[in-house]
């Protein structure tokens, strides 16, 4: 949900896996966020924030993390990119920054909707494996340091008012827990129902 009002907006989403490789039809993770801007009257367009975001799946509770920050959006001319800075301060981690753009773009009078957005953030390495050695991580290479990139670009094409199918693509390197180094894209077929 993405809601505009006279000081400022508020957008929330809830995520839900259906992947625990046990029963086909379990749920295996829940993730919610819920993030309130606030207009900054002095500078146009200058906004600042808070937002909320935890979750749990099969193996216990992610963490709960809390950002303050301050956005501004950039206006490309063909695109404009909505952009904060964030103070990040997650239950299992040193406070860090994230950053996060995100973006809206209407072809072909709306009939085709190119959005999404791309966090980049730091952390501890909370990895837990050694893949060059096969080991555990020992207590001190866990405080090395990370970036953690995730984007989720979605394409939209609206049948109707409020019935689109579309795609959206999951691309993170360093999100996934005991992921490695490595990249991860998943791709999705979507139905989307705005009400």
Do not use: C, H
Request: a negative charge; charged letters at 20%; zero cysteines.
């Amino acid at each position: 949900m993405f809601k505009m009002d006279k000081w400022g907006s508020t957008y929330t989403f809830v995520d839900f896996d259906y992947n625990d490789e046990i029963e086909r039809n379990s749920t295996s993770s829940a993730y919610w966020e819920i993030t309130r801007m606030f207009n900054i009257p002095l500078i146009k367009d200058l906004n600042a924030g808070i937002q909320y975001n935890d979750g749990l799946n099969t193996f216990g509770g992610f963490g709960n993390v809390w950002l303050i920050g301050i956005g501004y959006p950039i206006n490309l001319k063909f695109i404009t990119l909505n952009t904060s800075l964030w103070l990040r301060d997650s239950e299992t981690q040193n406070p860090n920054f994230q950053t996060t753009i995100v973006w809206f773009k209407p072809f072909l009078k709306s009939k085709i909707i190119f959005n999404g957005f791309i966090d980049i953030w730091g952390q501890e390495n909370t990895d837990g494996w050694n893949y060059e050695n096969d080991s555990w991580i020992s207590d001190e290479q866990e405080n090395d340091s990370q970036i953690v990139i995730l984007t989720e670009p979605q394409l939209w094409y609206n049948i109707t008012e409020r019935i689109a199918i579309g795609s959206e693509i999951e691309i993170s390197k360093n999100f996934i827990f005991a992921g490695g180094e490595d990249w991860y894209v998943n791709p999705t077929i979507a139905l989307k129902w705005d009400f």
